[in-house]
T-cell receptor
Framework: GENVEQHPSTLSVQEGDSAVIKCTYSDSASNYFPWYKQELGKRPQLIIDIRSNVGEKKDQRIAVTLNKTAKHFSLHITETQPEDSAVYFCAASKSPGGGKLIFGQGTELSVKP | EAGVVQSPRYKIIEKKQPVAFWCNPISGHNTLYWYLQNLGQGPELLIR????????DSQLPKDRFSAERLKGVDSTLKIQPAELGDSAVYLCASSLAVGGSEQFFGPGTRLTVL
């Protein structure tokens, strides 16, 4: 069935360093890949997304790359700040705008000042 | 603009009791989703509505779970009877349409079944 694997489950970095979170999806028909940030006790919020016709997308300190051949996509955060500390979820969907999102297991990012 | 509203935020019940969760999506959003989020896991879709029609309920345990969105606006998710394993956060999300639109999540209802 549809599955999204996310690694690592926890990630600790020093402030100012970069953080990379990787996801692999199983359904080759997936064509929409959002990333959500969820702070403790709060709702998931979309931080960036990418569609299958694009290999890379960047928004300030955040970038996402997609390799459709390998069915692999990654989140890159540069110049990390303590407020980046949260749980990050990747997801995949066969619908360009969302539809049924299959989420990864989450990565707990801790940025130490 | 108000976001997705859910109530209650927290609910504690005894097993075998019924429970209901309510969601009011962002105004104008015709697609509504209910997700289940277990501790330390990503959300899992339970049901998706397009207006008042449930278009994907394949993951909804229909023996004990039910949902409705009678007028195509707010929605209710019910569990009857609740089991210990139902303890989780129930998230509601909405979007303008399935194609080309971000899903906005509500704050969730944290259910504890004792």
């Amino acid at each position: 069935g549809e599955n999204v694997e996310q690694h690592p489950s926890t990630l600790s970095v020093q402030e100012g360093d970069s953080a990379v979170i990787k996801c692999t999806y199983s359904d080759s028909a997936s064509n929409y890949f959002p990333w959500y940030k969820q702070e403790l006790g709060k709702r998931p919020q979309l931080i960036i997304d990418i569609r299958s016709n694009v290999g890379e997308k960047k928004d300030q300190r955040i970038a996402v790359t997609l390799n459709k051949t390998a069915k692999h996509f990654s989140l890159h955060i540069t110049e990390t700040q303590p407020e980046d500390s949260a749980v990050y979820f990747c997801a995949a969907s066969k619908s360009p705008g969302g539809g049924k999102l299959i989420f990864g297991q989450g990565t707990e990012l801790s940025v130490k000042p | 603009e108000a976001g997705v509203v859910q109530s209650p935020r927290y609910k504690i019940i005894e097993k075998k009791q019924p429970v209901a969760f309510w969601c009011n999506p962002i105004s104008g959003h015709n697609t509504l989703y209910w997700y289940l989020q277990n501790l330390g896991q990503g959300p899992e879709l339970l049901i998706r509505y397009e207006n008042e029609e449930a278009v994907d309920d394949s993951q909804l345990p229909k023996d004990r779970f039910s949902a409705e969105r009678l007028k195509g606006v707010d929605s209710t998710l019910k569990i009857q009877p609740a089991e210990l394993g139902d303890s989780a956060v129930y998230l509601c999300a909405s979007s303008l349409a399935v194609g080309g639109s971000e899903q906005f999540f509500g704050p969730g209802t944290r259910l504890t079944v004792l």
